[in-house]
């Protein structure tokens, strides 16, 4: 339902100013909170559709900090109760896919072997924004794909699995060894359940968000209270066609080893493996 600029839009929130831009729930378009305060200002008899947040898809509306600027934001309208990783602390930290697909051993062999073809290129693509991303940390994402049966998954696209393999890493430390590392997440916009739903049909391309978090010195992981920044992640098959740098041949033969030891164990008979199930 639209809602009237004589709504009260200059309220002031306590929610952190981060969220910059929301969607309009009708057309997907970005709208700043500039805009709308601008609007509510002007007293523009146009109406505004409703707002969501990029990240939940929760209804949002523009707001003033209380600081001297007034600077001008978006807060949910569920407040820190919303289910949004921006704002709610309380959000579990390894949420992310739970469907396991139907094994398909056919399909799933040749969709893990066109990947092991062309790991190169999606370790560059991941590498793109997380720089220190290392083999070891791939050849776990790899492990968890397996234990979801993600390559069986019907709509897989090649193109997709770098940024299911970094949703599927959860928290990565951007200065490894460090005592308290500043740390990466990357999100899947609310829309995004299970990894089909990168190619169901819908109205909006999904979206990938990378959130950046500041040390934690209480717990293990930080939450929505140490975010510092968030922004969206484009998503492209290009890198497919690309060049890239080149790995060290250590870290080729760790992806090797990881690859032979993986082929060993689905040979052996009794080894709970995902092609051998
Ligand atoms: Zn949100």
Redo the contacts with the bound molecule.
């Keep these: 339902m639209p809602v009237s600029p004589r709504e009260p839009w200059l309220i002031t929130m306590k929610e952190k100013p981060i969220?910059t831009y929301a969607l309009d729930a009708t057309d997907h378009r970005r709208v700043t909170a500039e805009q709308c305060l601008d609007a509510a200002g002007r007293d523009d008899p146009l109406e505004h559709p409703p707002l969501r947040?990029?990240?939940?898809?929760?209804n949002?509306h523009a707001a003033h900090m209380q600081d001297r600027a007034h600077t001008a934001h978006f807060v949910?309208i569920a407040g820190e109760r919303?289910q949004?990783?921006?704002?709610n602390s309380m959000l579990p930290v390894t949420s992310t896919f739970t469907t396991i697909y139907p094994y398909d051993a056919a399909l799933g062999h040749q969709r893990r072997n066109e990947f092991a073809q062309h790991w190169q290129q999606h370790l560059a693509e991941i590498r793109r924004h997380v720089p220190s991303f290392s083999v070891v940390r791939l050849t776990h994402g790899i492990a968890q794909a397996d234990v979801l049966h993600m390559w069986s998954c019907p709509t897989l696209a090649q193109q997709d699995i770098p940024y299911v393999l970094l949703v599927l890493s959860a928290f990565i430390a951007q200065n490894p060894g460090a005592a308290h590392p500043s740390w990466l997440r990357f999100v899947f916009d609310a829309s995004v359940q299970n990894i089909a739903d990168l190619r169901q049909p819908r109205s909006a391309a999904p979206r990938l968000f990378r959130l950046r978090y500041r040390a934690s010195h209480h717990s293990m992981f930080p939450n929505a209270s140490h975010l510092l920044d968030w922004a969206e992640v484009p998503m492209s098959g290009a890198f497919l066609h690309e060049t890239f740098a080149s790995v060290m041949v250590a870290e080729a033969a760790t992806f090797a080893q990881f690859m032979d030891l993986d082929a060993q164990a689905s040979s052996q008979p009794g080894e709970s493996r995902l092609f051998d199930d």
Excluded at 53 to 58: L, M, Q, S
Aim: hydrophobic share 45%.
């Design positions: 969220l947040c990029p990240v939940c898809g929760e949002v949910h919303a949004c990783p921006l704002v």
